[in-house]
């Protein structure tokens, strides 16, 4: 299993950015996906999380209307597309596969997380 994130680098407040996670090894069209970020000092958090076919998708409040999760079954890919980027928003960000329980995300063990990429926010 492999998940790799970029994408990730330093953008002035409102500005966007647009994440990429490569996955392989792994039945990745079977596989609901997310991104979490963890800035230092936090816990990690989620992002958002899509299902495997991406009909659905769950946003955390603080990120709803600013980011979009995505996802591309050909190409074994998710994305995030973050828009008024906000200095909070800073932290490294991580993706993720994960299954659907009774509309709750969980992700799956340690094997199925990338190694994250830095997003920073500053003008």
């Known amino acids: 299993v492999q998940l790799v994130e970029s994408g990730g680098g330093l953008v002035q407040p409102g500005g966007s950015l647009r994440l990429s996670c490569a996955a392989s090894g792994f039945p990745f069209s079977g596989y609901a996906m997310s991104w979490y970020r963890q800035a230092p000092g936090n816990k990690r958090e989620l992002v958002a999380a899509?299902?495997?076919?991406?009909?659905?998708?769950n946003y955390a409040d603080t990120m709803k209307g600013r980011f979009t999760i995505s996802r591309d079954n050909a190409k074994n890919t998710v994305y995030l597309q973050m828009n008024s980027l906000k200095p909070e928003d800073t932290a490294v960000y991580y993706c993720?596969?994960?299954?659907?329980?009774?509309?709750?995300?969980?992700?799956?063990?340690?094997?199925?997380w990338g190694q994250g990429t830095q997003v920073t926010v500053s003008s």
């Open positions: 993720s596969a994960g299954t659907y329980r009774s509309g709750t995300y969980y992700p799956l063990g340690n094997n199925y």
């Open positions: 899509i299902t495997s076919a991406g009909g659905r998708t």
